[in-house]
C-alpha cells in the first residue's frame, strides 16, 4: 500500500535529489524568472474513510464492527504555476482521479462482508508553494491548501439502490505536502508526496439500509504520490519586454 510505502518513498526522493545535485552541471538557470509557467501531473493514490458511528449503532443486534481499509487509485492533471515572489507560488492542479474506498464488516453471526465505493473525481486543487533556494539542480518545496472534489460516478440520487454505500457528489479537503524539484535540460521533474483530509460529511445515509445506518459520518482521507513534468520554456518570464 502507499501509506506502507511512504517513508521508503521519500527517503529515496531525498536520496535522489542529493546525487543529482553532486553530479550535475546547472540547467536551465533562467527558470525562475518565469511568471508562469504549465505542466502535467501523473501519480497514484490510496485513500479511505474517516468514520464515526451512529448513536444506534450499540443497539444494532445485526453489525459488530465496521472498519474502514484502504484502496488504490491513479490520477492524471494539469500543472498550472504561477509566481507570486521569490519563495511563494500559487499552483492550481485540475485533476481526473479514480479512486476506490472499502468497508469491512464483521456481523454478530460471525461472518464477514465489504462494500466498495467507487469514485471517479474532477478535482480542483489551489495551493501555495513555499520553497527554498536552489542547490544546483535541486530545490525542495512544502505546499498547502484546500481542494474541492466532484464524484461523477456518486449515487446519493439513487433511489432505487438500497443495497449500496452512497456518497455525495461534492467533497471539499485540506492538503499538505512536500516534494522536490529535478531541473534537467528542458524540463523539470517534481516528485512530490501529498496527504488530503475531507472536512465534509460525503454519507448519504439510508435508514433502512443495515449497512449504511450504523454510521454517522464518512469523511474522506487520500495519501498521494505525483510525478510533475514541468515546463522549462521561455514564455511568460516575469518583467520580460
Not at 75 to 95: D, E, H, T, Y
Not at 161 to 171: G, L, Q, S
Not at 214 to 225: C, D, G, I, P, S
Amino acid at each position: 500500500m502507499l501509506v506502507v510505502y511512504s517513508k521508503k518513498i521519500i527517503l529515496s526522493i531525498a536520496m535522489l535529489c542529493m546525487c543529482y545535485g553532486l553530479f550535475a552541471q546547472i540547467n536551465l538557470p533562467s527558470h525562475d524568472d518565469q511568471l508562469v509557467y504549465f505542466g502535467i501531473a501523473l501519480g497514484i493514490n490510496s485513500s479511505d474513510f474517516r468514520l464515526k458511528h451512529h448513536e444506534s449503532f450499540i443497539q444494532d443486534d445485526s453489525i459488530y464492527s465496521v472498519e474502514p481499509k484502504l484502496g488504490p487509485g491513479f490520477n492524471l492533471g494539469i500543472v498550472s504555476n504561477l509566481k507570486l515572489n521569490k519563495r511563494l507560488a500559487l499552483r492550481f492542479l485540475p485533476s481526473l482521479v479514480f479512486a476506490e474506498k472499502r468497508l469491512d464488516y464483521v456481523l454478530f453471526d460471525g461472518t464477514t462482508d465489504f462494500k466498495t465505493v467507487e469514485n471517479i473525481y474532477t478535482s480542483f486543487p489551489i495551493l501555495i508553494k513555499y520553497q527554498t533556494d536552489r542547490w544546483e539542480n535541486v530545490r525542495l518545496y512544502i505546499v498547502g491548501g484546500v481542494q474541492i472534489d466532484y464524484d461523477l460516478a456518486s449515487n446519493a440520487r439513487n433511489r432505487k439502490r438500497v443495497d449500496v454505500i452512497k456518497a455525495r457528489k461534492t467533497d471539499i479537503s485540506m492538503s499538505l505536502g512536500a516534494g522536490c524539484q529535478l531541473f534537467f535540460g528542458n524540463f523539470v521533474m517534481a516528485p512530490e508526496f501529498r496527504v488530503t483530509h475531507g472536512l465534509n460529511n460525503i454519507l448519504f445515509r439510508e435508514e433502512a439500509y443495515q449497512y449504511s445506518r450504523v454510521m454517522e459520518t464518512l469523511k474522506t482521507r487520500a495519501y498521494v504520490f505525483t510525478l510533475h513534468l514541468e515546463g522549462g520554456g521561455k514564455m511568460f518570464r516575469k518583467g520580460r519586454r
